[in-house]
């Protein structure tokens, strides 16, 4: 803050230009009983997960006087190994990298290979949180459309690939806030498109990153980005602890590419970015990687029904909603004329969920059996109250 709070006086102080009117980031935080506003879990690790977890971090606080291993090969050779097994996508030949959520993942990728005179390129609507990571890297962000129903035309996409000559382009698949994935194909063409781009001359491709953060949730026969690696040093795929692990607040995100790539990447990390304690957490978590995706199957269908639910509630004037197709364990739909009133409605019933997306549309997350049953009784009272 800027202002000082004991005179309410404004201290000048030499903030950079472009950050004058920002705010800082932005999902409310409230305190409110049925939360599904975050694309959290809604299931706290349970009691033998906990105490994995305890007893790790005991032994990691005995030789906290000792800065962390900076590279953690144990960590990224267990993340390798979960890959295999969620994926089965071989990971031999590549390197896995972590940081502080996939957020400080994204920002070491356009800290690598984004920076002034270069440009990041997304696809709208999609994650708030992007923008800010190129501000921060002093590069240039721009963003091509997505369709009506939010997928993303190929051919649109490589047009846009070779119109604004990116040096990172970020494809987030599936999508938030829309939950849209993005068939292989797709990818397949971004990825040759960034061949040509010719990054300052160099040569060099556009480094594509797929976030995966909602991978786990994906729906039957839908692809990961894993699969391309193989073929294309260019590619990173980036995943997270925050959602299907049930780990959000540990922040750990992390990604696969090749070796030149997370080489590139262990250059601009903070020295010892990654804690002890973080390192330990996630170790014992991912110890009991099957029993936390078996609930991901529970969500998944959850997921399933909630969006049968919605589309079969109408307006008021006798309209459908409108819903994305989701394989993520969150649900976009509307539109509402007053999207706004609709989600205060919700909340006055103590539903939190987030105010996002184009105009007119809500997104919901998943939460557990009670709380989408709360969430639903609630929406359709709010719904009720609006037609009266
Ligand atoms: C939630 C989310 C992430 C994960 O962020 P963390 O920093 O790992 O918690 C990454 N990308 C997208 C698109 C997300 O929605």
Not at 58 to 65: F, I
Not at 106 to 112: K, S, V
């Given at each position: 803050m800027t202002t000082t709070p004991s005179t309410g006086r404004r201290a000048v102080l030499p903030l950079r230009p472009e950050l004058a009117d920002e705010e800082p980031y932005g999902a409310p935080q409230l305190d409110v009983p049925v939360l599904l506003n975050v694309n959290e879990n809604p299931y706290p690790p349970d009691d033998d997960v906990v105490a994995t977890?305890?007893?790790?971090?005991?032994?990691?606080?005995?030789?906290?006087?000792?800065?962390?291993?900076?590279?953690?090969?144990?960590l990224r050779a267990d993340l390798a190994d979960y890959l295999m097994l969620e994926s089965g996508v071989c990971m031999e030949g590549f390197d896995v990298w972590a940081a502080n959520g996939s957020n400080e993942v994204m920002l070491h990728l356009l800290q690598a290979f984004g920076g002034p005179g270069r440009t990041a390129l997304s696809f709208a609507p999609t994650y708030s949180?992007?923008?800010?990571?190129?501000?921060?890297?002093?590069?240039?962000?721009?963003?091509?459309r997505r369709e009506e129903?939010?997928?993303?035309?190929?051919?649109?996409?490589?047009?846009?690939?070779?119109?604004?000559?990116?040096?990172?382009i970020l494809l987030t698949s599936p999508n938030n806030p829309t939950g849209t994935a993005l068939p292989t194909a797709t990818i397949e063409a971004v990825l040759a498109a960034a061949r040509d781009v010719d990054v300052d001359g160099t040569g060099a491709p556009a480094v594509v990153v797929v976030d995966e953060a909602y991978a786990e949730f994906r729906r039957a026969g839908t692809p990961s980005a894993l699969a391309l690696l193989a073929d294309h040093p260019h590619l990173a795929v980036s995943r997270t602890m925050s959602k299907a692990f049930a780990l959000a607040g540990a922040r750990v995100g992390y990604l696969a590419a090749s070796r030149e790539l997370v080489d590139a990447l262990r250059v601009v990390r903070l020295p010892y970015h990654?804690?002890?304690?973080?390192?330990?957490?996630?170790?014992?978590?991912?110890?009991?990687?099957?029993?936390?995706?078996?609930?991901?199957?529970?969500?998944?269908?959850?997921?399933?029904?909630?969006?049968?639910?919605?589309?079969?509630?109408?307006?008021?004037?006798?309209t459908p909603f409108e819903v994305a197709e989701s394989d993520a364990n969150f649900v976009l739909f509307g539109r509402f004329a007053d999207r706004h009133a609709v989600w205060q409605g919700l909340?006055?019933?103590?539903?939190?969920?987030?105010?996002?997306?184009?105009?007119?549309?809500?997104?919901?997350?998943?939460?557990?059996?009670?709380?989408?049953?709360?969430?639903r009784d609630a929406l359709t009272q709010v719904l009720l109250k609006e037609e009266a």
């Amino acid at each position: 803050m800027t202002t000082t709070p004991s005179t309410g006086r404004r201290a000048v102080l030499p903030l950079r230009p472009e950050l004058a009117d920002e705010e800082p980031y932005g999902a409310p935080q409230l305190d409110v009983p049925v939360l599904l506003n975050v694309n959290e879990n809604p299931y706290p690790p349970d009691d033998d997960v906990v105490a994995t977890i305890a007893a790790e971090v005991t032994r990691a606080a005995r030789s906290l006087n000792r800065y962390p291993d900076r590279d953690f090969p144990a960590l990224r050779a267990d993340l390798a190994d979960y890959l295999m097994l969620e994926s089965g996508v071989c990971m031999e030949g590549f390197d896995v990298w972590a940081a502080n959520g996939s957020n400080e993942v994204m920002l070491h990728l356009l800290q690598a290979f984004g920076g002034p005179g270069r440009t990041a390129l997304s696809f709208a609507p999609t994650y708030s949180m992007y923008p800010e990571y190129a501000r921060d890297t002093h590069t240039t962000w721009v963003t091509g459309r997505r369709e009506e129903d939010f997928t993303l035309d190929p051919d649109a996409a490589v047009a846009a690939v070779a119109e604004h000559r990116p040096s990172v382009i970020l494809l987030t698949s599936p999508n938030n806030p829309t939950g849209t994935a993005l068939p292989t194909a797709t990818i397949e063409a971004v990825l040759a498109a960034a061949r040509d781009v010719d990054v300052d001359g160099t040569g060099a491709p556009a480094v594509v990153v797929v976030d995966e953060a909602y991978a786990e949730f994906r729906r039957a026969g839908t692809p990961s980005a894993l699969a391309l690696l193989a073929d294309h040093p260019h590619l990173a795929v980036s995943r997270t602890m925050s959602k299907a692990f049930a780990l959000a607040g540990a922040r750990v995100g992390y990604l696969a590419a090749s070796r030149e790539l997370v080489d590139a990447l262990r250059v601009v990390r903070l020295p010892y970015h990654l804690s002890a304690v973080t390192q330990a957490t996630a170790r014992a978590a991912l110890r009991h990687r099957e029993s936390l995706l078996a609930q991901v199957d529970t969500l998944r269908t959850e997921r399933d029904g909630l969006v049968a639910w919605l589309r079969a509630q109408t307006h008021a004037d006798g309209t459908p909603f409108e819903v994305a197709e989701s394989d993520a364990n969150f649900v976009l739909f509307g539109r509402f004329a007053d999207r706004h009133a609709v989600w205060q409605g919700l909340l006055d019933h103590g539903v939190l969920i987030r105010e996002t997306g184009p105009d007119g549309w809500l997104r919901v997350s998943v939460g557990t059996t009670a709380e989408t049953a709360a969430f639903r009784d609630a929406l359709t009272q709010v719904l009720l109250k609006e037609e009266a």
